[in-house]
């Protein structure tokens, strides 16, 4: 009996053993599903993160394309609204002439009331205004007795759309006069009065 009892007792203890390392595994197995689990976890918070910053960067731009849809078009007007602004600075010197200038006119209107309902702002700048080198574009200067950086002609008017400069003022801007032409103009007059 002691025979079946010590048999009895090793396949007990190699039950245990075997029943032991099972639950060892199935626990491992455990632990390598909740690591799993909480990996694709993460990473789907990481994408679902990813996919909504990119609808809202895809909506961003989206407003952004709608909010300057006519930049490249009305870059094309310019240089109509260029030739109006031209016509219209004539005087009228018949009432034919006149009556042509008001239609014009009229025409000229229209299409800035269109183009401002769509954001496009008119950058005229007046004579005697400072010189804003974001919106303007001084193409000359003339020298001025008087303060330096400011608006002595208006050559061309710029255009924003909203935020975005189209075409910067073309200005002529005054400056002080040089140094070196004060000496060279006083060294002239010293000549000229030498020679009478």
Excluded at 45 to 68: F, P, T, V
Excluded at 91 to 96: F, Q
Excluded at 172 to 178: I, N
Aim: net charge negative.
């Amino acid at each position: 009996m002691e025979n079946k009892e010590e048999k009895v007792q090793e396949k007990t203890s190699a039950t245990q053993k075997e029943d032991k390392k099972e639950e060892r595994n199935v626990e491992e197995e455990l632990l390598k599903a909740k690591s799993d689990a909480e990996h694709w976890k993460n990473e789907y918070y990481k994408a679902y993160a990813d996919m909504a910053n990119l609808r809202k960067q895809i909506e961003k731009d989206h407003r952004e394309s709608l909010k300057y849809r006519i930049e490249g078009f009305a870059e094309n007007l310019l240089s109509i609204l260029d030739a109006f602004d031209m016509a219209l600075k004539n005087k009228p010197t018949t009432t034919e002439m006149k009556n042509y200038l008001i239609g014009f006119e009229y025409v000229h209107n229209s299409l800035l009331s269109v183009l401002e309902n769509e954001g496009i702002q008119i950058l005229e700048p007046k004579i005697g205004d400072k010189f804003d080198e974001n919106t303007m574009h001084a193409v000359e200067t003339k020298e001025s007795d008087g303060e330096e950086n400011l608006i002595t002609e208006v050559r061309m008017k710029g255009y924003k759309l909203h935020d975005h400069l189209i075409r910067a003022a073309m200005v002529a801007v005054s400056k002080h006069p040089s140094p070196k032409d004060e000496k060279a103009e006083d060294k002239r007059e010293e000549e000229s009065q030498a020679k009478e």
